[in-house]
Structures are given as C-alpha cells and as structure tokens.
T-cell receptor, first 111, second 117 residues
Framework: QKEVEQNSGPLSVPEGAIASLNCTYS??????FFWYRQYSGKSPELIMS????GDKEDGRFTAQLNKASQYVSLLIRDSQPSDSATYLC???????????FGKGTLLTVNP | DADVTQTPRNRITKTGKRIMLECSQT?????MYWYRQDPGLGLRLIYY???????NKGEISDGYSVSRQAQAKFSLSLESAIPNQTALYFC????????????????FGPGTRLLVL
C-alpha cells in the first residue's frame, strides 16, 4: 500500500532555531514531492516542491530528497512564531497521478 | 477575488439529507479534486477529475458523488448524509501542463466545514 509517513508531533522549537520535519514514503517510483503548510482552520498552501535528489533552498526553507532512502525532509532556519502550523508532506508518481498526503506534523515555534 | 472558491463555507445538516458542496475556480486549471480532512487522519482524496469528461474515485468515495459541470466547476454531493461525514472538505485544482521539474502544484480552496447531526 502506498503510504506517506510523518511524525505527528507536536514538534516544539524555540524562536531562531532550525526546525527539521521528516517524511518517508513507500512507493519507490514516486517522482514529485511537496511540502504544504496549513494554519489551523485554513487551507493547505504549497511552500516547497522537489523532484531531484539533493537539496533545494528557498529563503529560510530547504527541502532535502533522498530517493534511495525514500526520504524527504524540510528544514526551516531561523524559525519564527509565524511558522507555527501543520506541515503536510505529499508525494506522487508524476503529473498524471494523484497526490498522497501524509497526516502532517504540527510545529510550534516558541517566542 | 480568490482563485478557488467553495460554497457554502459552513453547513449544518441532518442525517439522511442530501447536500451539495460547490467548487469554482478562475485559475484555468483542468484538474480538480475533492478532499476531506479529519483530525488525526490528514487529507483523504474523495474524487478527482483530470478534465470535464474524466471522473475518478479516490480513497474514500463511498457515500459521495461528484459532477464536473464545466472546466471551472466541480460539485460534491452527499446523497444521504450521515454523522461520520462530519469533516472539513477541501476542493483543489491543478494544471496538467508540467511545471519546471515535472511536478504540479495543487491549489486549495478555503474549505467547507460540514456538520451532520
């Protein structure tokens, strides 16, 4: 069964620290990987996508992908209280396949 | 104006009633999706449509039906609502044209909070 696994948290970090969010997936032919952020009561919004092994940086966010280990992570540097949200990992085999979401990790950044 | 809209935003109904949730988008995307979100269970796909003539079941389609009236509109119906369909429902859209790197982004509407008594 194709699954996407995340630690549910909550993950609590102090303001200014690095938050590390992890995701593993079971479908070996997965090609596209996404991180969505969801504030409480709001809809998910895309913050990062990654398709190739290695790191991809966008501002304070870095996505890391290791297809051999079936592992994708999201690092948030200089964490801010406004980063407090649930982070959803999503995976698919490519553009003609539906997304499979993990259950999300709740991140709390303490001032 | 929001690119993906959902109506109603909140709905309370009774067991056995038929209700319809509507989704409209102005993004020009060809693909549309319906998800439900429950605490602890994450986002689960109910139905998806890759174009107007294409409708596919997702993980949890039992008790639901959909209609793709136009490229911009995708409705979800609960034929006979039951309490365990109480959830937050999201519509999402995406574009089949491949983005740089090959993936596609889904854009979510604001959600409909449904309570079935």
């Amino acid at each position: 069964q194709k699954e996407v696994e995340q630690n549910s948290g909550p993950l609590s970090v102090p303001e200014g620290a690095i938050a590390s969010l992890n995701c593993t997936y079971s479908d070996r032919v997965s090609q596209s990987f996404f991180w969505y952020r969801q504030y409480s009561g709001k809809s998910p919004e895309l913050i990062m996508s990654i398709y190739s092994n290695g790191d991809k940086e966008d501002g304070r966010f870095t996505a890391q992908l290791n297809k051999a280990s079936q592992y994708v992570s999201l690092l948030i540097r200089d964490s801010q209280p406004s980063d407090s949200a649930t982070y959803l990992c999503a995976v698919n085999r490519g553009s003609n396949y539906k997304l499979t979401f993990g259950k999300g990790t709740l991140l709390t950044v303490n001032p | 104006d929001a690119d993906v809209t959902q109506t109603p935003r909140n709905r309370i109904t009774k067991t056995g009633k038929r209700i319809m949730l509507e989704c409209s988008q102005t993004k020009g995307h060809d693909r549309m999706y319906w998800y439900r979100q429950d605490p602890g269970l994450g986002l689960r796909l109910i139905y998806y449509s890759f174009d107007v003539k294409d409708i596919n079941k997702g993980e949890i389609s039992d008790g639901y039906s959909v209609s793709r009236q136009a490229q911009a509109k995708f409705s979800l119906s609960l034929e006979s609502a039951i309490p365990n369909q109480t959830a937050l429902y999201f519509c999402a859209t995406s574009d089949s044209l491949p983005t740089s790197g090959g993936g596609e982004t889904q854009y979510f509407g604001p959600g409909t909070r449904l309570l079935v008594l």
